[in-house]
């Protein structure tokens, strides 16, 4: 069975330092990974993937995520954190019909 | 270019009613969509997928169903709302390919009563 796991419930940084957000995962077969950003009463929002290819995929809003097979992680980051990133950031991993969410990390980028 | 509705956005509900949340999507054909529940702004549980009209798969046993009766609309019912059923319901949509994002509606936000 596939799966994600966010080992955080909660991630603070200052405004300007960088971030990391943490994601592994479980995966029979070739993984397919996805982060999403999701605003208070909102739905959520793809901000990038890895299919295959360059370890290291840019997304929206400067955010990269770095693919590592050997520790099967797929860490989110940002090389400076905004007040304006503070939202729920959640790992995905896709399956041929099936597509599951981590339970999330809350991000709080402190002023 | 395509869009995804949702509605009700708000409901309130009592125990033991009925349930119909709906959701369409606009500019694109065949569609895999997906209804998950978020409780208490948290984790997503994967409730139902579906490939195809008339094509649901479920993935959690409970009270609730859904349907496709049409390419592009997929709805969620219950006959008789739990406690346990307020959440915040969010439906999706991607291309058949399975390295596609979903695209999310804005969500349902159900509290029973």
């Known amino acids: 069975a596939q799966s994600v796991a966010q080992p955080e419930d909660q991630v603070n940084v200052a405004e300007g330092n960088p971030l990391t957000v943490k994601c592994t995962y479980s995966?029979?077969?070739?993984?397919?990974l996805f982060w999403y950003v999701q605003y208070p009463n909102r739905g959520l929002q793809f901000l990038l993937k890895y299919i295959t290819g360059d370890n290291l995929v840019k997304g929206s809003y400067g955010f990269e995520a770095e693919f590592n097979k050997s520790q099967t992680s797929f860490h989110l980051k940002k090389p400076s954190a905004l007040v304006s990133d503070s939202a729920l950031y959640f790992c995905a991993v896709s399956g041929t019909y099936k597509y599951i969410f981590g339970t999330g990390t809350r991000l709080k980028v402190l002023a | 270019s395509q869009t995804i509705h949702q509605w009700p956005a708000t409901l309130v509900q009592p125990v033991g009613s009925p349930l119909s949340l709906e959701c369409t999507v606009e500019?694109?054909?065949?569609?895999?969509l997906y209804w998950y529940r978020q409780a208490a702004g948290r984790g997503l549980q994967l409730l139902f997928y579906?490939?195809?009209?008339?094509?649901i798969s479920s993935e959690v046993p409970q009270n609730l169903s859904a349907s496709r009766p049409q390419d592009r609309q997929f709805i969620l019912s219950s006959k008789k709302l739990l406690l346990s059923d307020s959440g915040f319901y969010l439906c999706a949509w991607r291309w058949t390919p399975n390295t596609g994002e979903l695209f999310f509606g804005e969500g349902s936000r159900l509290t029973v009563l």
């Open positions: 995966v029979s077969g070739n993984p397919y």
């Open positions: 500019g694109t054909s065949n569609p895999n």
């Open positions: 579906s490939v195809g009209i008339g094509q």
